[in-house]
């Protein structure tokens, strides 16, 4: 089953936050982070195993908490680089394929 | 590293062609190579999981015989799209996954725009 993304899109200005949830209905072993640009192919950001780790590198993070079976991505101080439409990937056991949310259209304006 | 190509980016067809789309890792070995089809402004549907040598593994609802899927090596899996049809216009995108580190994630390739005339 398709993990649910909130919410479906976002408009900031140049230096706001953002939070992007991504939330299922099964178990999780990992969650995939990926951003898609208009017309080009996903690409990857982190990847968060199960035991609730935060992971992040410059002002992208995120988290995974598996009780809730949800993971949140954090944009912070957002640049117009970040414009694109995130999408969370769910991994039910390790190795196994990845199920995509509906995706978060994020537009940065200056 | 974690590279992955496509070929070709774009094609137009006529109806009742078939395609072929190519999907390469460049600098590691794939175990496992998938197929996606994406329509504008919609999620990536997974339509089948394919591993080297072996038969590929097709969601509900995708046709096997109409979608052909060969994982040959474990760098190369190209997906025909046989007898095309206009509602067959899409964007593909192949991603593939690797051993050991690689094997955490799936890393995709730029995608095909496939249009069907």
């Known amino acids: 089953q398709q993990p649910v993304q909130s919410p479906q899109a976002v408009i900031l200005r140049e230096g706001e936050d953002a939070v992007i949830n991504c939330s299922s209905s099964?178990?999780?072993?990992?969650v995939h982070w990926y951003r898609q640009k208009h017309g080009e192919a996903p690409v990857f950001l982190m990847i968060?195993?199960?035991?609730?780790e935060q992971k992040g590198h410059e002002k992208i993070s995120a988290s995974f908490n598996e009780k809730k079976q949800q993971s949140s991505l954090y944009l912070t101080a957002s640049q117009l680089s970040y414009s694109g439409t995130y999408f969370c990937?769910?991994?039910?056991?390790?190795?196994?394929?990845?199920?995509f949310g509906g995706g978060t259209r994020l537009m940065v304006k200056p | 590293g974690a590279v992955v190509s496509q070929h070709p980016s774009r094609v137009i067809c006529k109806s009742g062609t078939s395609v072929k789309i190519e999907c390469r890792s460049l600098?590691?070995?794939?175990?496992?190579m998938f197929w996606y089809r994406q329509f504008p402004k919609q999620s990536l549907m997974l339509m089948a999981t394919?591993?080297?040598?072996?038969?590929?593994?097709?969601e509900q609802g995708v046709e096997k015989d109409k979608f052909l899927i060969n994982h040959a090596s474990l760098t190369l899996s190209t997906l025909t799209v046989t007898s095309a049809h206009p509602e067959d216009s899409s964007f593909y995108i192949c991603?593939?996954?690797?051993?050991?580190?690689?094997?955490?994630?799936?890393?995709f390739g730029p995608g095909t725009r496939l249009l069907v005339l």
């Open positions: 991603s593939a996954r690797g051993a050991g580190t690689l094997q955490e994630t799936q890393y």
């Open positions: 099964k178990a999780l072993y990992s």
């Open positions: 968060l195993l199960k035991g609730g």
């Open positions: 990937g769910t991994e039910n056991n390790a190795g196994n394929m990845l199920t």
């Open positions: 600098d590691f070995q794939a175990t496992t």
């Open positions: 394919s591993n080297e040598g072996s038969k590929a593994t097709y």
